[in-house]
Every structure is written in structure tokens, then in C-alpha cells.
T-cell receptor, first 112, second 114 residues
Framework: DGGITQSPKYLFRKEGQNVTLSCEQNLNHDAMYWYRQDPGQGLRLIYYSQIVNDFQKGDIAEGYSVSREKKESFPLTVTSAQKNPTAFYLC???????????FGSGTRLTVV | AQSVTQLDSQVPVFEEAPVELRCNYS??????LFWYVQYPNQGLQLLLK??????LVKGINGFEAEFNKSQTSFHLRKPSVHISDTAEYFC????????????FGQGTRLTINP
């Protein structure tokens, strides 16, 4: 079955370390998104990409970086510049012509 | 820019009672509207969406929502809830142009009591 795979499900890092969250999709979707979820704040857009080798900042991009070298993959790096990295991170993808967003099951990052 | 306000952060109801989760949005252009459900430590699952046409939209698990353009609302309803409906619910909007980014509300936690 097609879908989005986020790994790992839980991730622990020490403060000051960079960490990369994986997002892979086999849906042949053009667009991919990264959202951050905090209690009581809903989901906020970090970065998005509509085609390979191109991406744009979302509303809260500071302290994060992404790449889109392959259509299937959109990894997110949480850098040491992100002041409050502990959160639940969700990856999503969408076909080019429709509204069929598909979400991954998320990665819970805890920085200690 | 678009924004979404979910008017209740928590809604407790008894099993088999009806429920309404309220959502208001703001936008200077026409929008598309969505309701998603999230179970603990999982991703989001689409309940229903409004793109055009009939303002009453039916979704999965017995949920429905009504688009009200004059009141800029998209409230979610279910006539009789079950314990399994306990989850967090998110209202979201997007526009049919550009990156079609989803803008989410803050979420409503629905708790079903036996």
C-alpha cells in the first residue's frame, strides 16, 4: 500500500546537536510539507516543496533546514539554532492536481 | 492570508449524545475547508472536505459539516458519538492556488464519557 513513512517514531537528542527526521513517500506525489505540532497550537508549517530541488520556507522555518533531492524524500534537519525543538513533527504530501493530502504517523522529538 | 479559529479547545460529551465542534475561518479569497482527526501519537486522517457545491458535506464515521459562507464557519457535527470518537479534531483551510498550503486551527479535544 502507498503511504508516507516517517522515521523514527521517537527521537531523543541532547541540546546543541543537529538531528534529521526522515520522510519518504511512495505515492508519486509532487508536493511535500513539514508541520510542527505543539499542544494547543495546532499544526504550523515549517517548510514545503512543490517539485524536486525546490523548497520554500513556511511560517516557522527558523532553526530548520530541508532538502528535496528525490521526489520520494523530504528530510527535515532540526539544527541547534532551533530554540525549542521538542515537539511532534508531521510530514505530508499532496498530488499536484488535487486535495488529497496524506500525512505520515509523525516523529516525536525530545531534546534534553 | 488565511486563519482558522476553533472555538473550543476541549469538548466533553456523554456517549450517544450529539456533538458540534465549531470552526470559523478568515480569508479574503475563496477557500477549501477540511476536518481532520488525530488519535494519540498518530498522523492526521481526513474526515471530510468542502471544495464546492452542496454546503452540507458528509464524511467518514458518521460525521458531517456545513459550510456557511456568510458566517465564515464550517462546524462539524455528529448525531450520536461513541467512545471511539475520543480524539483531537482539526479544522483547516487552503486556497486553490500556489502551494495549496493547509492552515490549521488550534484543535479541539473531544472526550467521550460513558
Amino acid at each position: 500500500d502507498g503511504g508516507i513513512t516517517q522515521s523514527p517514531k521517537y527521537l531523543f537528542r541532547k541540546e546543541g546537536q543537529n538531528v534529521t527526521l526522515s520522510c519518504e513517500q511512495n505515492l508519486n506525489h509532487d508536493a511535500m510539507y513539514w508541520y510542527r505540532q505543539d499542544p494547543g497550537q495546532g499544526l504550523r508549517l515549517i517548510y514545503y516543496s512543490q517539485i524536486v530541488n525546490d523548497f520554500q520556507k513556511g511560517d516557522i522555518a527558523e532553526g530548520y533546514s530541508v532538502s528535496r533531492e528525490k521526489k520520494e524524500s523530504f528530510p527535515l534537519t532540526v539544527t541547534s539554532a532551533q530554540k525549542n525543538p521538542t515537539a511532534f513533527y508531521l510530514c505530508a504530501s499532496r498530488t499536484g492536481s488535487g486535495y488529497g493530502y496524506t500525512f505520515g504517523s509523525g516523529t516525536r522529538l525530545t531534546v534534553v | 492570508a488565511q486563519s482558522v479559529t476553533q472555538l473550543d479547545s476541549q469538548v466533553p460529551v456523554f456517549e450517544e449524545a450529539p456533538v458540534e465542534l465549531r470552526c470559523n475561518y478568515s480569508s479574503s479569497v475563496s477557500v477549501y475547508l477540511f476536518w481532520y482527526v488525530q488519535y494519540p501519537n498518530q498522523g492526521l486522517q481526513l474526515l471530510l472536505k468542502y471544495l464546492s457545491g452542496s454546503t452540507l458535506v458528509k464524511g467518514i464515521n458518521g460525521f458531517e459539516a456545513e459550510f456557511n459562507k456568510s458566517q465564515t464557519s464550517f462546524h462539524l457535527r455528529k448525531p450520536s458519538v461513541h467512545i471511539s470518537d475520543t480524539a483531537e479534531y482539526f479544522c483547516a483551510v487552503s486556497v486553490n492556488q500556489g502551494a495549496q498550503k493547509l492552515v490549521f486551527g488550534q484543535g479541539t479535544r473531544l472526550t467521550i464519557n460513558p
